[in-house]
């Protein structure tokens, strides 16, 4: 044990010198906060991590027949290894490491067959495609093509593609497709057309014979590549204006498959009727909070909120300030530890209004991504922008965005548990963040009635996001009424509804990414009521505990927060929930 002599000798010398009074706060932690690697699951689920990397590095081809088979053999290899390792003998924090790695895996491979589902159903919006994509797999298995037989498959190809849109443009309806599987089948073909152009481009101009083959069957399947994607997208989908928003939802069997990896007992419809009474709880508060304003009701206090935005070129300013606001709060109440290198590692962009299309709001993580007009918008989208970016909103945002949110969370996840990046959740990190806003709501952080509407808005749209973003996957609401429930009872601009409706549905986020805010909040909420209210830790210890532990569902952090790991698998029975409230 040398190197545990050591870390204690360098202690020892470390207590026998004090800090010089006034001295800067050392940016080095305290050596006894300095993890040492005891557990013998860590490794294993980096090399797994570092496998799959390199395995999706190489396999990188849009609806890939082999990039399936290549993940589904490393996942299945792994489920063997991992069985070979008896977890009652292991520590708690390995059984935990061994029931989440095995979870993961047999995760992954649901969904190999659900995304190899998706691609069937489209399949027939999509004659000849699947001959492209092994095209693109065998050049990155470094196999080397034939020219002849590569213009052949190309030609034959483009005249399947020709021939369907000849009959779809005929009658739009000949298939009976859905607008959702159209603009399904549009994104499989904007995949495949770029996989197809790095294919073409390895080759060409470098192999004599590949190109005099090649050129012209890759140049006019391009162009019909690219047409096809515009049919389907603009006259299946009916997307050919970009303000329509469409989604692919998922079903409830899949919603149903989803939460239990996510160890939710809930079922949608449930979680939906928790978030009708978290709404109503916020409508309850606003109208306490109008009523201190002096305003009629919570709608028109709202737009009182709204007007109190910062002058044009200070939102900056506002952001650094209530920052620090957040960062002397948590310190003085000793609620979390920041370590003095966290306070101000984070660096700070204004989003383009591009982005803002779709990112009407702040982001953050490792920095933060500021939202605010520019003087290139239309004036109405500026209004809209200011009345939406206000000081009171942005004050919620900001420490939901940095401390003690995201930006804290990164902070440790690349310092404590690093291989538990594996099985991240939006219901650890969003859940994270939004149960910081209801601890400090309880905490009375909301010194005036401004500041209390400014947390119950973003408290509202968490409740809404679960009712519209279900409804949605359960078929029950369309993109069109998830904008109307933002706007009405919400009180959104109608154009930020809109880009945080698109900004859900457009696939760039799980289905669950949305509801995983507040549902993660309650479950972080339900821990704390558990094991700090009761007096079985203090705030601090609570909340680094958490965040030392790295990601996981919210309640395996349950089960290593009480020791109560299962030999067996972690099970999806935790109320956290109370309907009778």
């Known amino acids: 044990m040398p190197h545990r002599r050591l870390l204690a000798s360098c202690l020892a010398a470390a207590l026998a010198f004090p ?8 940016l080095a932690p305290p050596l006894a906060q300095m993890p040492v690697q005891t557990q013998v699951m860590a490794p294993v689920v980096a090399r797994f991590r570092a496998d799959l990397g390199s395995l999706e590095r190489v396999h990188d081809t849009t609806a890939g027949t082999r990039r399936e088979a290549a993940l589904r053999r490393l996942y299945t290899d792994w489920q063997q290894r991992l069985a070979q390792i008896d977890p009652a003998g292991l520590s708690g924090e390995d059984r935990l490491d061994h029931a989440l790695f095995r979870r993961d895996l047999a995760y992954r491979l649901e969904q190999l067959d659900f995304r190899r589902g998706r691609f069937t159903d489209a399949a027939p919006l999509l004659p000849g495609v699947a001959a492209l994509v092994d095209l693109a797999e065998a050049r990155r298995a470094l196999e080397y093509p034939d020219g002849r037989a590569s213009a052949a498959t190309l030609d034959r190809t483009r005249q399947q593609l020709a021939d369907l849109q000849a009959r779809l443009e005929k009658d739009p309806k000949a298939l009976g497709t859905s607008p959702i599987l159209a603009y399904r089948a549009a994104g499989l073909v904007d995949g495949v057309r770029k996989d197809l152009k790095e294919w073409h481009g390895f080759h060409a101009g470098y192999d004599p014979e590949f190109t005099w083959w090649t050129r012209q069957p890759y140049e006019a399947l391009d162009k019909q590549l690219e047409a096809h994607a515009k049919l389907l997208r603009d006259k299946l989908a009916g997307a050919s204006d970009p303000e329509t928003i469409i989604g692919d939802p998922i079903g409830r069997d899949a919603l149903l498959a989803a939460l239990r990896h996510e160890l939710i007992p809930y079922t949608p ?19 306490k909070a109008a009523a201190e304003m002096g305003a009629r009701d919570w709608k028109a206090a709202l737009e009182q909120v709204k007007a109190l935005h910062p002058a044009p070129g200070d939102q900056p300013r506002l952001v650094v300030e209530l920052a620090d606001e957040a960062i002397d709060y948590l310190v003085a109440n000793d609620l979390v530890t920041v370590p003095e290198l966290a306070k101000r590692d984070w660096r700070m962009t204004m989003l383009s209004p591009e982005f803002q299309l779709q990112a009407p709001f702040f982001l953050g ?15 109405e989208k500026k209004l809209m922008a200011l009345r939406g970016n206000n000081r009171h909103f942005s004050r919620a945002v900001v420490h939901h965005e940095l401390i003690p949110g995201h930006h804290l969370q990164y902070f440790y996840n690349s310092r404590y548990q690093t291989h538990r990046e594996l099985f991240d959740t939006p219901f650890w990190t969003e859940g994270w963040a939004l149960y910081w806003e209801f601890r400090l709501w309880d905490r009375g952080f909301a010194k005036t009635p401004e500041d209390k509407i400014g947390m119950l808005f973003w408290r509202s749209h968490r409740a809404a996001r679960i009712l519209f973003s279900l409804g949605f996957h359960l078929g029950k609401m369309t993109p069109d009424q998830s904008v109307d429930l933002l706007v009405e009872r919400v009180g959104h601009e109608r154009e930020n509804a809109r880009a945080e409706v698109r ?36 705030e601090r210890e609570f909340h680094d505990s958490i965040l030392m532990g790295g990601p996981m569902p919210v309640a395996a952090v349950r089960a290593r927060l009480s020791g109560d790991v299962p030999v067996q698998d972690l099970r999806a029975d935790w109320r956290f929930y109370d309907f009778r409230r």
Not at 19 to 26: D, F, I
Not at 269 to 287: H, N, V
């Open 269 to 287: 419809e449930q979680l939906m009727d928790l978030a009708e009474r978290e709404l109503a709880w916020c409508e309850a508060e606003l109208a």
């Open 19 to 26: 800090a010089v009074a006034g001295a800067l706060p050392s």
């Open 503 to 538: 900004r859900s549905f457009a696939g760039d986020y799980g289905p669950l990414y949305q509801i995983a805010y507040m549902i993660g909040g309650l479950q972080f909420r339900a821990l704390h009521e558990e094991f700090v209210v009761s007096g079985k830790m203090t």
């Open 365 to 379: 993580g490792q920095d933060v991504w500021v939202a605010y007009p520019t003087d290139t918008m239309p004036h």
